[in-house]
């Protein structure tokens, strides 16, 4: 491409694993959200019942472009926002129907066909951007590599966030999606609820999202998810604001537990397969084991588009790797 390469950091390996857990955990949680969509009184009925879905659980545009984001980092140790764009449009034009939203379409489309992301991005919504929930989906990964420094996880999941969604409101709840999964790993020996919600009410830009999140970290831990809905939303606006705190409610109150986080987040209804995706990109990085079971129902998720990103194929480990 020729683009400067920096060099790697020493422990780039570690980060990568640390990426790959959490894509793991955000891909599983995002097939398994996808699920859960058709009649509502059949689905609850299947939730109540705690019934998995059959096998195979297909994923989504969560996963593609989450997977976009561990490849760019494996490459280059940080978010190069070009090389990323490129990845995105790649990704989406070799599978277009992935579920992304329609003003994703339109930004992806746009890249591939060589307008300049930076120009594209801001287009939507009369040159605001956009303040979707998409950013947040995927920016886990980020987090985890990123884990041991919170100011550099703020910086690169904004430069992640903002090849897609321009508006600070996106923007920030990729940065809170991001903080969280760093923080789930540096505590994931004794993990916190109300140190989760410090750090990410601590780097999480002001706005409606962030309110939304200190909403959130003021219910009481064992609150039914409807009256959570109630107070924070669901994602059924498919905003970072009525979605990045429900999704930091789930998974702050079973950091330890990734199965009772899927199925408390699912019950929630909403933008199921969004909120499964980015609780299960925060908590796998603190919980025991994402269930074999769970990861071979997954579809694979090898890399579909080949190209010089040697990244190519996630293993689908059950447990966090341990640290180095």
Not at 279 to 285: A, M, P, R, T, Y
Request: proline share 5%; glycine share 8%; charged share 25%.
């Amino acid at each position: 491409m020729g683009r400067f390469q920096r060099e790697l950091p020493a422990d780039h390996a570690a980060r990568v694993r640390r990426a790959e857990a959490s894509l793991d955990g955000l891909s599983v949680g995002d097939a398994f959200g996808e699920r859960f969509f058709g009649d509502v009184d059949v689905i609850r009925a299947r939730i109540a019942a705690r019934t998995l879905p059959r096998p195979t659980w297909d994923t989504t545009d969560e996963t593609e472009l989450a997977f976009a984001i561990v490849q760019v980092l494996d490459r280059y140790g940080r978010i190069d926002q070009d090389a990323l764009a490129d990845r995105f449009a790649d990704r989406y034009q070799a599978d277009p129907a992935r579920g992304y939203g329609a003003t994703v379409h339109g930004i992806l489309r746009a890249i591939g066909e060589g307008m300049p992301w930076r120009r594209v991005v801001r287009e939507p919504f009369e040159g605001l951007g956009s303040m979707g929930n998409g950013a947040a989906s995927r920016a886990g990964v980020v987090g985890a590599y990123f884990a041991d420094d919170l100011e550099t996880v703020v910086a690169e999941a904004r430069a992640s966030a903002e090849v897609t969604h321009a508006h600070p409101e996106g923007q920030a709840g990729a940065i809170a999606v991001a903080v969280a999964a760093a923080t789930a790993w540096r505590m994931r020996k004794a993990p916190k609820r109300d140190a989760l919600f410090e750090a990410v009410l601590r780097y999480t830009p002001e706005g409606d999202t962030a309110r939304g999140i200190a909403q959130a970290a003021q219910l009481a831990p064992n609150a039914s998810i409807d009256f959570a809905v109630r107070k924070l939303g669901n994602g059924a606006q498919t905003l970072s604001a009525d979605t990045v705190p429900l999704a930091l409610f789930c998974a702050a109150r079973h950091l330890d537990d990734y199965v009772e986080a899927l199925w408390s987040t699912v019950s929630a209804q909403g933008d199921r397969d969004t909120l499964c995706a980015i609780v299960g990109s925060i908590v796998c990085l603190c919980a025991p084991a994402i269930p074999s079971a769970w990861l071979l129902s997954r579809e694979p998720i090898g890399d579909r588009v080949p190209d010089s990103y040697h990244l190519t194929l996630v293993t689908g480990r059950s447990t966090p790797p341990a640290e180095d």
